[in-house]
């Protein structure tokens, strides 16, 4: 593994923007973290000039990616946050109600008027799922794949039966993260019965299509792929269906959002501005189409450092404590940045099982409280603000 000094060698190497100088001498590079094949650190710009000096980050990525025993470089561009760092925001919004869930009662003798959500409630269920729930961030890489995985887990080890989707078609990892592989078998006609990790029932294209497989989605494929795996597959009684989205704000998860009675969304953001104006596209996608947002979970928070046991906050941790609040989402918790974390999640050992007395599992499963909590308190509101309209035969 390199030493920090080498690390700061090579990114002496890169110019600062506009070419003047290089970003190490010009000070904007953070704390250097190496640990584990990983080196880790920010450069912080102007948040209006992000998107321009991409090219800057992917540099300093690449040039330390050279180095010897380096496997992995993530660089992230931090701004300063100062008063007009990134999009404004949007008042803050009380979520809309949850879909009412129907329950047994057949629906020619009971019909409940859902004024505050009328979207959301006329959309098809997915019978026997009593709540859809989406966990969604505005790129990729923060995390959204392990917090879906963790945060299905844990809602398991709070006494719920949880099944979860991977609708992250363009790169799907959750077979890897629960550890299953193998095709689903059809059970009758279409319906493919899910395979199962955990005591979770689970299913992704992953099953489908070697991992390899280079795969060119367009829009109405997407679509169909998402839907397919949402309605034709025998998913048996869930209290939850967690479904892990792909990153960004495109097709796929306007689809999700527009066409399914989703509960709610978990919008994950690592604490840096700069994923949070990523995040906030996101959350204010979900918004667009009157899905409730259960909250934001800041991953990668903060660093514990293996060596010398302190606490390091390279990426600016409590962004999204901060925009949570700005924005009147709840906030769900912090998870550090962590080699177990990462370690487990890779090797499809996941934390929340493995070691489910850990202060990780512990995290997980109080995100896991929070969300549900949310989901219940929506569902009530929803049925307040649903006069149920009993029709005597
Ligand atoms: P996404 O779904 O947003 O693309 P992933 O969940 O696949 O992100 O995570 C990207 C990488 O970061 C993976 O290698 C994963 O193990 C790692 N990772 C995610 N969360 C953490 C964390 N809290 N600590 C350490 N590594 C993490």
Redesign the pocket.
Known sequence: MPTREEVLAELSKVKGPDLQGDIVSLGLVSDVFISDGRVIFSITVPAERAQELEPMRQAAEKVVGKLPGVEKVLAALTSERQGGAGAKAPPPVRPAPAAVDMGSVPPPMQRRAVPAAPEQSAKPGVPGVKAIIAVA?GK????????TCNLALALQANGLKVGVLDA?IY?P?IPRLFRVSGRPEPVSGRILKPLEGYGIKVMSMGFLVEEETPMIWRGPMVISAITQMLREVAWGELDVLVVDMP?GTGDAQLTMAQNVPLAGAVI?STPQDLALIDARKGLNMFRRVDVPLLGIVE??SYFLCPDCGGRHDIFGHGGARAEAEKLGVPFLGE?????A??VN??AGTPVTVTDPDGAHAAIYRDIATKVWAEVQRNREDGQRAAPRIVIES
């Open positions: 961030s990729g890489g923060v995390g959204k794949s392990t917090t992250d790169g990892s990153p994950v991953n990668m998870v550090p940045l962590d080699m974390i990462r999640s890779d």
